[in-house]
């Protein structure tokens, strides 16, 4: 097992060596940011009472899903013109998030220190476990 740690070490570096270019000599990216990252929900309401009540996050639009009929699809502004996404899927009973091999891992959002002190509150007060 170990071998195989080290094989991919030497790997990652060989990766880095061949492509990663150092931050001052690095270009800039053609892309503006992230349009939106779309990701399932249980439940449309509580979806919003916590990502727009608790975070603060502007709902932005709520629409049915053009590829599912009776499936909600709706959006939170995260700033910088960047959208938070997601769908239900009523009826398909998808059962519990289960993390899974492949499947979502985490998403980061950058907040200032000082809305960040303000969120945890709000969180904290909640009662949402989190980590950080």
């Given at each position: 097992m170990t071998q195989?740690?080290?094989?991919l070490e030497r790997?990652?570096?060989?990766?880095r060596d061949?492509?990663?270019v150092q931050q001052?000599?690095?270009?800039?990216?053609?892309?503006r940011?992230?349009?939106?990252?779309a990701?399932?929900?249980s439940d449309v309401?509580?979806?919003?009472?916590f990502?727009?009540?608790?975070?603060?996050?502007?709902?932005t639009?709520l629409f049915?899903?053009?590829?599912y009929k009776?499936?909600?699809?709706f959006?939170?502004?995260?700033?910088?013109g960047?959208?938070?996404?997601f769908?239900?899927?009523?009826?398909?009973?998808?059962g519990?998030?289960?993390?899974?091999?492949?499947?979502?891992?985490?998403?980061a959002?950058?907040v200032?220190?000082?809305?960040?002190?303000?969120?945890?509150?709000k969180?904290?007060t909640?009662?949402?476990?989190?980590?950080i």
């Amino acid at each position: 097992m170990t071998q195989d740690l080290d094989e991919l070490e030497r790997r990652r570096a060989q990766l880095r060596d061949a492509h990663l270019v150092q931050q001052s000599e690095r270009p800039e990216s053609s892309a503006r940011g992230v349009h939106h990252v779309a990701v399932l929900c249980s439940d449309v309401e509580q979806t919003i009472l916590f990502y727009q009540d608790l975070l603060e996050f502007p709902l932005t639009d709520l629409f049915e899903n053009r590829d599912y009929k009776g499936s909600t699809h709706f959006f939170f502004d995260i700033g910088n013109g960047n959208a938070l996404a997601f769908f239900d899927f009523p009826g398909l009973d998808l059962g519990p998030y289960a993390e899974v091999l492949g499947g979502w891992d985490h998403l980061a959002i950058s907040v200032p220190p000082d809305r960040w002190k303000h969120l945890k509150a709000k969180l904290d007060t909640a009662g949402v476990r989190y980590e950080i």
